[in-house]
């Protein structure tokens, strides 16, 4: 699967961050997350692949583009045998957010991106646009931590797999009313907090990387945002559970429905069983092979965000390949017409 797909799908999150970005500070929340679902559209539909995808713009909102069980990609087409070559035809499951932090993205904030990933079919968790509660860890605590124990615990947890002390650690948490009671458990405990306004998907793959200084995520963001950050956690190895909010109480905002019970049936409508699952990285994207890949469209803590110049723009990207167990970091410059120069960096 990953050979030439993971150097096209570094072009797909590149043009759907340049297009975001031309809105950045704009205000315009809804025209920066259309073009750019509309460019990585367009992206993917020129790559040699037969895609679905599985996590996409839409259950709720009729989207007309990457939704939820459309099928992109050259070899999607009926005549594909044509012109596709068999492991071009086999299928592969793709869940995408080609903006990722909209409000970010809008009010000119760190951290917003266009980011995908990419298993084979069945290999991610298509996850209903519900809200999900998340640990994210560094490498050195995954399966030390747990999403059922407390705060406090997974905090010694980690000061102890990192060996540095509570007062040394940093937890993004998403600044939301229902987090009041987390944010003081976690200062407590003697920790520091980091407040996102939006963006849990950078804050979850950054506690993989040393040097962000952010060695925790804690709180309850999207589903499908978990399992795309799942997809980037098993694939570095770092800790990630997610488990499933259904009940209204408890976030109080938003996504899902306001009777418990009818949420209930919703997922079990879905196929889940049962709603109270902790799922892992690897049961979240438990595909064997798994792809992801991220274009900051503003500057985050891992990758800058896209800057333009005359005649052309330079991007910044992060491609994690769980085949060949790399993660680059990609930095491009694209000429549009002729630029007067091109900066080294
Ligand atoms: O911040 C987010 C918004 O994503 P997007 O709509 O693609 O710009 C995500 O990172 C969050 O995970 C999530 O969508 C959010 O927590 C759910 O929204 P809210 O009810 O405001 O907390
Ligand atoms: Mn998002
Ligand atoms: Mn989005």
């Known amino acids: 699967m990953e050979t030439t797909l993971g150097l096209e799908i570094i072009e797909v999150v590149e043009q759907a961050a340049i297009a975001s970005a031309r809105w950045m ?22 790559i040699h692949m037969r895609g679905r995808i599985v996590i ?9 583009m990457l939704y939820i069980g459309e099928e992109v990609g050259i070899c999607s087409r009926e005549d594909a045998k044509e012109y596709c070559n068999p492991d ?28 995908l990933a990419i298993s084979e079919k069945g290999g991610l968790f298509a996850a209903p646009d519900f809200y999900m509660k998340k640990l994210a860890a560094p490498p050195a605590a995954r399966n030390h931590v747990d999403i059922r124990k407390s705060a406090t615990e997974n905090l ?3 000061s102890e797999c990192l060996n540095r002390s509570v007062e040394e650690l940093v937890v993004v948490v998403m600044d939301r009313p229902r987090h009041k009671n987390l944010i003081n458990e976690i200062r407590s405990a003697g920790a520091r907090v980091r407040l996102i306004a939006d963006g849990d998907v950078s ?16 709180g309850i963001g999207a589903a499908p945002e978990g399992v795309i950050s799942a997809a980037a956690m ?34 079990r409508s879905m196929g889940i069983e049962d709603p109270d699952r902790v799922y892992n990285a690897e049961e979240l994207a438990c595909g064997e092979t798994v792809l992801f890949a991220a274009s900051g469209i503003t500057p ?3 990758m800058d965000g896209v800057r333009y110049f005359h005649g052309g723009a330079r991007t910044h990207s992060l491609v994690i390949s769980s085949q060949s167990k790399t993660a680059r970091f990609v930095d491009t410059v694209h000429m549009f017409d002729s630029p007067k120069s091109i900066q080294l960096r």
């Open 88 to 115: 071009e035809l086999v299928e592969i499951d793709i869940a995408v957010d080609p903006c990722e932090g909209t409000n970010l993205v809008a009010y000119g904030q760190p951290g917003s991106m266009a980011v």
């Open 25 to 46: 500070g704009k205000g315009e929340k809804n025209t920066a997350d259309e073009v750019a679902v509309e460019a990585m559209r367009e992206r993917m539909n020129q």
């Open 56 to 64: 996409g713009e839409g259950e709720r909102d009729d989207a007309p």
């Open 300 to 302: 985050g803590t891992l």
């Open 234 to 267: 098993r694939c570095l190895g770092g800790h990630f559970q997610g488990q499933l909010i259904y009940d209204p109480e408890i976030v109080k905002t938003g996504l899902i429905g306001e009777s418990k019970e009818s949420n209930l049936e919703r997922l």
């Open 156 to 158: 010694k947890l980690i």
């Open 203 to 218: 804050a979850a793959i950054s506690c993989a990387f040393s040097g962000t200084n952010i060695h925790a995520l804690m």
